[in-house]
């Protein structure tokens, strides 16, 4: 049974906390109830929530189609900038992407560009339904997202949000660390199952995951990712990954209301239920509309270069089917950001054509330039494909007043965040990035 366990808060190290933070007292950590192997008991609401939602998937799963082999990437990459707003991480479609090509930017930026490596590893390798997940993974998958810190489980009480940089005024303490080992092995034996409803079960592999919380930083963001591994593993979707974080990033309350819910004595799982499957069919319908935006972008792009090279008087005004110019459009929805050597790298060639190819690009106004302080070129960027992730972005600003009203530069208004507000909860003071141990 799940159970709060009262433990005594007197840190043998003080130095820099406030009196307050320093006094001694009791708190209250929650220990939850294993999973076992079977799918929970949901009441008909819920459980009609759940089939529905399932349908909506897999209608957008076969709509995306073959598609979804250059859109996941960018799918990721738009998932792994709202978990990481989640998180407090700020960063922009394009600063992520320089970042991830030129391994170099703001920590943000390269917090960000590990959280996508991350994502893309769970689904590569925790997706395989043929090998049990492991402790291990989950531990291997976190040190990909928080490669600063020492691999492996916390070793100390830890906590999520509160006033202060003590327990005593948390939003919410997990289980002690003598509880994490138990409570991991009995979270991958669950998740490693892949029969009942996909969504249920990842579901409750997210809400339990973030309960045990068993690391000291990085557990949003790993538990998120764990979401895609488990929808993947039961073969949910095939072809591509929905963005369920762009819709707990537009609500970021309902979605702690909804954990809370998980968390409850009496627990009230419908709730939390009923509130992931309403994100996961918004998540869904905003990749079917992503997919369909790539689509129209990539015609436009590429009648506008026509239309350039024949007011330059070039012969032919379409490039030949196997133009290195043409492949490099083909390709900007997964690479929007480029360098000549990247040209090359992916898609070969020589240097050169690969550079005449990208000025050629950038007269015709399909890619910009970047420079760095010095004036320097360091790369070129398909603008109009990177704003087609700030379709989630304007959402992703949690409650930020300045993309409120008004739409992303050179990208469409905001994406559908769904009926998770359906939780309808009370405002949650809570701040998912605030792991703090001593």
């Known amino acids: 049974m799940a159970e709060y366990v009262d433990r005594l808060w007197n840190p043998d190290d003080s130095a820099g906390l406030t009196r307050r933070d320093r ?84 920590r943000a930026a390269l917090d960000v560009v590990a959280n996508v490596r991350a994502t893309e590893e769970a689904i590569a390798v925790l997706a395989d339904r043929n090998r049990p997940i492991s402790v291990d993974d989950i531990v291997s998958l976190q040190h990909v997202i928080e490669p600063r810190l020492d691999r492996g489980v916390r070793r100390e009480q830890n906590w999520v949000g509160g006033p202060g940089w003590s327990p005593l005024r948390a939003d919410f303490v997990p289980p002690p660390e003598t509880e994490v080992a138990r409570l991991l092995d009995d979270l991958v034996r669950f998740a490693s199952q892949t029969d009942g409803n996909p969504l249920v079960r990842a579901a409750v592999v997210h809400a339990q995951f973030e309960t045990i919380h068993p690391f000291t930083d990085g557990n949003g963001r790993t538990g998120r990712a764990l979401i895609h591994t488990v929808l993947r593993r039961a073969d949910a979707l095939r072809n591509t990954l929905i963005p369920i974080s762009t819709v707990f990033a537009g609500n970021v309350n309902a979605y702690l209301a909804g954990l809370t819910a998980y968390r409850d004595q009496p627990q009230r799982l419908d709730e939390w239920i009923i509130g992931f499957t309403h994100a996961a069919e918004s998540a869904a319908g905003n990749a079917v509309r992503l997919a369909n935006d790539i ?95 700030s379709v989630t972005e304007r959402s992703n600003r949690i409650g930020g007043a300045d993309t409120k009203d008004r739409k992303p530069k050179l990208g469409p208004g905001a994406p559908d965040q769904g009926r998770f507000g359906a939780l309808r909860p009370k405002p949650v003071k809570m701040l998912v990035s605030c792991e703090v141990s001593f």
Request: one cysteine or more; aromatic letters at 4%.
């Open 23 to 106: 006094a001694p007292g009791h708190y209250r950590a929650y220990v939850p109830d294993e999973l076992g192997g079977t799918l929970p008991a949901l009441g008909s609401v819920a459980a009609s929530a759940a089939d529905e939602a399932m349908t909506v998937l897999a209608r957008a799963d076969e709509r995306i189609g073959t598609r979804g082999g250059y859109l996941n990437h960018l799918l990721i990459r738009s998932e792994s900038i709202s978990s990481s707003w989640i998180e407090g991480n700020r960063v922009t479609p394009k600063k992520l992407a320089i970042a991830e090509l030129l391994h170099q930017g703001t």
């Open 295 to 389: 689509a129209v972008l990539d015609e436009t792009v590429r009648d506008e270069l026509v239309a350039f090279r024949r007011d330059r008087g070039l012969n032919p005004a379409a490039p030949r089917r196997d133009a290195i110019v043409l492949r490099i459009l083909d390709t900007l929805a997964s690479d929007p950001v480029l360098t000549a050597e990247s040209v090359v790298d992916r898609l070969g060639g020589s240097t050169a054509s690969a550079h005449r190819a990208l000025t050629e690009l950038a007269e015709a106004g399909v890619l910009g330039r970047t420079k760095d302080q010095k004036g320097r070129l360091i790369c070129w960027t398909a603008d109009r494909h990177l704003a087609l992730v």
